[in-house]
């Protein structure tokens, strides 16, 4: 009897559930497709498939292209194995194609009647190795466990000869040191600046997944993920990205702090901070402070605007901050410049990292030609860290809408450093760690904010049924209980 001949449809291979259907068509339309949410909604097997399908029915069939290659990507090469290499050694079948290793990690081959396409396993312990690879497609297991500078290098290693169409595929959770990047860019939909310029908001998409989506969870992990506590149970079982946004600032809310752009009366006072910067960002927040109020407490801080930008020497962000200050945020100040400006160290010291030739001038004296004088900040990092997460906590700081983009990036992805948790992630020396923005509203709030009490209320006495001041008899008479009579009476009569 003649062996009945093995089916070989690729689509049939891992019996793609609605959700994972849905994932693999938005690959084939977009350039960037983030698949996000719960945990078990079956994203990492897109991670596992995709390459396949891409290969064989896009650059192989579709445009008669062989031998392109694909990277996969994890943090780190343990989890790269644990989570990818593992089971596509089991699910893949012997037709389907050869493994083969490598001092660069192992790749797995597609047959010839396949187009002989190329899934390469990579980790991402150092991303700048990959600076002269290039990639038809690029697959991203976990994507927010990595910094976002990842993203941007990875992206740049896109593109392959005869294929105009090379996606960037990313599975995760919510949290993670990328948390805030992607859920600006798939989830709130706010395109960076320097994506704009590239790609159109189209060229991105985000597929959520539930753990309802995957009809092969097991009882046993949906009964874990219902234990969990919050706000662990609301980012991993329901998918939710705000939940872990600015883990570093457990109570932030988008909605809560940010506030419509209003007229600032001329009797507040207007205060500046300021992060130095060169080839990093430049950061300058204006604030407005409300008077406070002596008998309710109340005044809040309102950071009116941010100038955040890179690439510039002393002289130039001198100038285009005193533009910015003077002519952009008119509508809202009448053009007036801060009464004090508070600037980190670096802002004093003789040194321009963009300067053709040496100069004795700082960023201070630049600031101060301009005239905007900067005053010396106070730059103790736990406390003014305690300080910024208590206003936040008190909703004390607030900030107008659309004006305040790049800062409030940076909180959403803000994360406790693992050695110090009350201080930020790298504590000042991770490059990957953006805290401009952040660095330069704590020397701020450190150096003018002082928590006021409300005023303390008179007490109140009605034992005589009357109000009257507090005096020594009336506190002996609280203390007691306040019961009727003299204090005579009260002791058994006294004297008589």
Same mark, same amino acid.
Request: net charge neutral; aromatic share 12%.
């Given at each position: 009897?003649?062996?009945?001949?093995?089916?070989?449809?690729?689509?049939?291979?891992?019996?793609?559930?609605?959700?994972?259907?849905?994932? +693999?068509?938005?690959?084939?339309?977009?350039?960037?497709?983030?698949?996000?949410? &719960?945990?078990?909604?079956?994203?990492?097997?897109?991670?596992?498939?995709?390459?396949?399908?891409?290969?064989?029915?896009?650059?192989?069939?579709?445009? #008669?292209?062989?031998?392109?290659?694909?990277?996969?990507?994890?943090?780190?090469?343990?989890?790269?194995?644990? /989570?990818?290499?593992?089971?596509?050694?089991?699910? +893949?079948?012997?037709?389907?194609?050869?493994?083969?290793?490598?001092?660069?990690?192992?790749?797995?081959?597609?047959?010839?009647? *396949?187009?002989?396409?190329?899934?390469? +396993?990579?980790?991402?312990?150092?991303?700048?190795?990959?600076?002269?690879?290039?990639?038809?497609?690029?697959?991203?297991?976990?994507?927010?466990?990595?910094? %976002?500078?990842?993203?941007?290098?990875?992206?740049?290693?896109?593109?392959? %000869?005869?294929?105009?169409?090379?996606?960037?595929?990313?599975?995760?959770?919510?949290?993670? %040191?990328?948390?805030?990047?992607?859920?600006?860019?798939?989830?709130?939909?706010?395109?960076?600046?320097?994506?704009?310029?590239?790609?159109?908001?189209?060229?991105?998409?985000?597929?959520?997944?539930?753990?309802?989506?995957?009809?092969?969870?097991?009882?046993?992990?949906?009964?874990?993920?219902?234990?969990?506590?919050?706000?662990?149970?609301?980012?991993?079982?329901?998918?939710?990205?705000?939940?872990?946004?600015?883990?570093?600032?457990?109570?932030?809310?988008?909605?809560?702090?940010?506030? =419509?752009?209003?007229?600032?009366?001329?009797?507040?006072?207007?205060?500046?901070?300021?992060?130095?910067?060169?080839?990093?960002?430049?950061?300058?927040?204006?604030?407005?402070?409300?008077? *406070?109020?002596?008998?309710?407490?109340?005044?809040?801080?309102?950071?009116?605007?941010?100038?955040?930008?890179? #690439? &510039?020497?002393?002289?130039?962000?001198?100038?285009?901050?005193?533009?910015?200050?003077?002519?952009?945020?008119?509508?809202?100040?009448?053009? /007036?410049? =801060?009464?004090?400006?508070?600037? #980190?160290?670096?802002?004093?010291?003789? !040194?321009?990292?963009?300067?053709?030739?040496?100069?004795?001038?700082?960023?201070?004296?630049?600031?101060?030609?301009?005239?905007?004088?900067?005053?010396?900040?106070?730059?103790?990092?736990? %406390?003014?860290?305690?300080?910024?997460?208590?206003?936040?906590?008190?909703?004390?700081?607030?900030?107008?809408?659309?004006?305040?983009? =790049?800062?409030? &990036?940076?909180?959403?992805?803000?994360?406790?450093?693992?050695?110090?948790?009350?201080?930020?992630?790298?504590?000042?020396?991770?490059?990957?760690?953006?805290?401009?923005?952040?660095?330069?509203? /704590?020397?701020?709030?450190?150096?003018? +904010?002082?928590?006021?009490?409300?005023?303390?209320?008179?007490?109140?006495?009605?034992?005589?049924?009357?109000?009257?001041?507090?005096?020594?008899?009336?506190?002996?008479?609280?203390?007691?209980?306040? /019961?009727?009579?003299?204090?005579?009476?009260?002791?058994?009569? #006294?004297? !008589?």
């Amino acid at each position: 009897m003649p062996e009945k001949k093995v089916k070989r449809s690729i689509m049939d291979l891992p019996s793609p559930f609605p959700r994972q259907k849905l994932a +693999y068509f938005a690959i084939g339309t977009h350039k960037f497709v983030l698949c996000g949410g &719960a945990s078990g909604g079956g994203k990492s097997q897109v991670i596992e498939w995709a390459p396949i399908f891409y290969l064989v029915d896009y650059v192989f069939r579709r445009m #008669g292209v062989r031998g392109a290659e694909v990277g996969v990507f994890c943090e780190t090469f343990g989890a790269l194995e644990d /989570r990818q290499i593992r089971r596509a050694k089991g699910d +893949y079948p012997d037709w389907l194609g050869t493994w083969h290793g490598g001092a660069a990690g192992p790749h797995f081959e597609l047959a010839a009647d *396949l187009g002989s396409g190329k899934i390469l +396993y990579r980790n991402l312990d150092r991303p700048e190795k990959y600076r002269s690879a290039q990639y038809a497609a690029i697959f991203i297991e976990e994507m927010s466990l990595n910094p %976002p500078s990842v993203f941007h290098a990875l992206r740049s290693r896109l593109g392959w %000869p005869g294929l105009p169409h090379s996606p960037m595929v990313g599975a995760t959770n919510p949290g993670g %040191p990328m948390h805030g990047l992607l859920k600006r860019i798939f989830i709130d939909r706010q395109i960076p600046d320097e994506l704009t310029e590239s790609y159109d908001p189209e060229d991105f998409v985000y597929v959520p997944f539930g753990y309802k989506d995957n009809p092969k969870l097991p009882q046993a992990r949906i009964d874990a993920l219902n234990s969990l506590a919050e706000p662990l149970r609301s980012a991993m079982r329901d998918g939710n990205w705000d939940a872990f946004a600015g883990m570093f600032f457990p109570s932030y809310s988008r909605k809560a702090l940010i506030v =419509p752009t209003f007229e600032i009366p001329a009797s507040w006072m207007l205060y500046g901070g300021l992060d130095p910067g060169w080839a990093s960002p430049c950061s300058f927040g204006l604030y407005a402070v409300e008077p *406070l109020h002596r008998q309710t407490g109340s005044g809040c801080v309102f950071r009116v605007g941010g100038y955040y930008e890179a #690439g &510039a020497n002393s002289r130039q962000h001198a100038e285009a901050v005193l533009k910015w200050l003077t002519q952009d945020l008119r509508p809202w100040t009448g053009g /007036r410049l =801060p009464r004090q400006t508070f600037a #980190g160290e670096d802002a004093f010291a003789h !040194k321009d990292r963009l300067s053709i030739v040496s100069s004795e001038a700082t960023m201070a004296s630049e600031f101060l030609r301009v005239g905007l004088p900067l005053t010396h900040a106070v730059t103790a990092r736990v %406390p003014g860290w305690a300080q910024l997460r208590g206003m936040v906590d008190r909703r004390v700081l607030r900030f107008f809408d659309g004006l305040n983009e =790049p800062v409030l &990036a940076e909180m959403e992805a803000a994360l406790g450093d693992d050695a110090n948790p009350e201080d930020l992630k790298g504590r000042g020396h991770d490059s990957d760690v953006d805290d401009h923005g952040l660095d330069e509203m /704590r020397y701020l709030f450190m150096s003018i +904010y002082r928590p006021m009490m409300p005023a303390p209320k008179k007490p109140k006495y009605r034992d005589y049924g009357e109000e009257e001041e507090e005096t020594p008899k009336t506190v002996l008479q609280r203390a007691l209980g306040g /019961r009727a009579g003299s204090l005579r009476s009260t002791f058994g009569g #006294g004297r !008589k």
